[in-house]
């Protein structure tokens, strides 16, 4: 298998399956496309996949270029990796989680972009971006509180937990305190444990170099 990613300083939508395929202990190549180039990405690209975006999955003849249908593919491959959860109820409420991720948030993903190069700072955001982080506190709490933690769906790290470690960069990168969003503390203590996840740590540390 090869990973076909985007600049891991900057590409959430590459980090996710990454991140999961190493956390199901798959073997996989990556092939890396620099972004923000214009043509030159857009022509590098192109041969890779077939959205024409990062990330794409190619395992022999099978290109998957979606990230949450690379993910599911991995749940598949790798059943006792547990990337979704075993109860029912904590499976179907953690899909949903990763769907709103995958195509909400909209305001959080646009004002504050993924960059682990940038310098921490408190940035000033829109009322856009204050709902969607309260919404974040209230589904982080309300999950946790559910299922116990220490991960978002139970004691286990799946695949909700790869959807969600880009926010937890975004809150480090931006000065966000979950505290003044409705967090009671739990949120806040989670968005630290994903940035201390393995997986997450080795992706940094070859981002950075």
């Given at each position: 298998?090869?990973?076909?990613?985007?600049?891991?300083?900057?590409s959430t939508w590459?980090?996710?399956?990454?991140?999961?395929?190493?956390?199901?202990?798959?073997?996989?190549?990556?092939?890396?496309?620099?972004?923000?180039?214009?043509?030159?990405?857009?022509?590098?690209?192109?041969?890779?996949?077939?959205?024409?975006?990062?990330?794409?999955?190619?395992?022999?003849?099978?290109?998957?270029?979606?990230?949450?249908?690379?993910?599911?593919?991995?749940a598949e491959r790798?059943?006792?990796?547990?990337?979704?959860?075993?109860?029912?109820?904590?499976?179907?409420?953690?899909?949903?989680?990763?769907?709103?991720?995958?195509?909400?948030?909209?305001?959080?993903?646009?004002?504050?972009?993924?960059?682990?190069?940038?310098?921490?700072?408190?940035?000033?955001?829109?009322?856009?971006?204050?709902?969607?982080?309260?919404?974040?506190?209230?589904?982080?709490?309300?999950?946790?509180?559910?299922?116990?933690?220490?991960?978002?769906?139970?004691?286990?790290?799946?695949?909700?937990?790869?959807?969600?470690?880009?926010?937890?960069?975004?809150?480090?990168?931006?000065?966000?305190?979950?505290s003044d969003h409705?967090?009671?503390?739990?949120?806040?203590?989670?968005?630290?444990?994903?940035?201390?996840?393995?997986?997450?740590?080795?992706?940094?540390?070859?981002?950075?170099?």
């Open positions: 298998m090869e990973l076909v990613i985007g600049d891991k300083a900057w590459s980090m996710r399956p990454w991140l999961v395929l190493k956390h199901a202990g798959a073997e996989f190549g990556e092939k890396r496309v620099p972004l923000r180039q214009g043509p030159a990405t857009e022509a590098a690209i192109a041969p890779l996949s077939p959205s024409g975006r990062v990330p794409a999955l190619i395992d022999g003849d099978l290109v998957i270029w979606d990230s949450l249908a690379i993910c599911e593919y991995a790798f059943p006792k990796a547990g990337l979704w959860p075993e109860d029912p109820a904590a499976r179907a409420l953690a899909r949903a989680a990763v769907c709103e991720m995958h195509s909400g948030f909209s305001s959080l993903r646009g004002e504050c972009p993924m960059d682990l190069h940038a310098t921490p700072k408190v940035a000033e955001l829109s009322e856009a971006t204050h709902k969607d982080l309260r919404r974040i506190a209230k589904l982080w709490n309300t999950l946790l509180g559910r299922f116990g933690g220490p991960w978002l769906a139970g004691r286990d790290w799946g695949i909700v937990d790869a959807y969600y470690t880009p926010v937890a960069t975004r809150l480090r990168t931006y000065g966000v305190r979950l409705g967090d009671a503390g739990a949120g806040g203590a989670y968005a630290e444990r994903l940035l201390e996840a393995p997986e997450f740590r080795a992706w940094e540390v070859d981002a950075l170099a």
